[in-house]
């Protein structure tokens, strides 16, 4: 039981690349989320997903997009990337969204766009 | 918006005893939850809170007062892996479904 996954671990892009954050959980939860910690902020939510081939946006969406096409995984996409965009990026999921269950989260990503 | 306000950085002695604020505003409230992480690491659950009171779990206790908009964190006989950051998150209704909003972290330094 690996709980939530995160890959890579770290990634460094130029300024406009593009690159795909994929998160994995095997708890069978029907909700995942994409918080970004950025140093003196709390997490901000980016996107989340209620169920499999749904997402929704969260406070801080722009210049992110994501898919759910399996339950157990939820990709995070950056299409041009900003070094704005350099922050840790954490997975994250819960069994329902009814604002009291737990979320468990993935280890994190650190980007760093130059 | 939701602000969620805790102390920046607190310092406390091994072995001590150490109280973490929170506070945040009280409409749309739904519960309120505590998070530990290690610099590097993934936040790790600690506590819920929904119902005024204390919640005692070991060397952590987490209190709750619904009307005036205040929790804290208790750390007992403090140890020095507890050196972490605490983040205080609180439920808001969004849409259909929920969302946490979360405080900047408070950052715990333990001393020898």
């Known amino acids: 039981n690996a709980g939530v996954t995160q890959t890579p671990k770290f990634r460094v892009l130029k300024t406009g690349q593009s690159m795909t954050l994929l998160c994995a959980q095997d708890?069978?939860?029907?909700?995942m989320y994409w918080y970004r910690q950025d140093p003196g902020m709390g997490l901000r939510l980016i996107h989340y997903s209620v169920g499999e081939g749904t997402t929704a946006k969260g406070e801080v969406p722009d210049g992110y997009n994501v898919s759910r096409l399996k339950k157990q995984n939820f990709l995070l996409g950056l299409e041009s990337a900003a070094p704005s965009q350099t922050s840790v990026y954490f997975c994250a999921s819960s069994y329902s969204t009814s604002g009291t269950d737990t979320q468990y989260f993935g280890p994190g990503t650190r980007l760093t766009v130059l | 918006g939701q602000n969620i306000d805790q102390p920046t950085e607190m310092t406390a002695t091994e072995g001590a005893i150490v109280q973490i604020n929170c506070t945040y505003q009280t409409s749309g409230f739904n519960g309120l939850f505590w998070y530990q992480q290690h610099a590097g690491e993934a936040p790790t659950f600690l506590s819920y809170?929904?119902l005024d009171g204390l919640e005692e779990k070991g060397r952590f206790s987490s209190f709750l007062s619904r009307s005036k908009g205040y929790s804290y964190l208790l750390l007992k006989e403090l140890q020095m892996k507890d050196s972490a950051s605490y983040l205080c998150a609180v439920s808001y209704p969004r849409g259909s479904n929920y969302q946490l909003i979360w405080g900047a972290g408070t950052k715990l330094i333990i001393k020898p």
């Open positions: 708890m069978n939860h029907e909700y």
């Open positions: 809170n929904v």
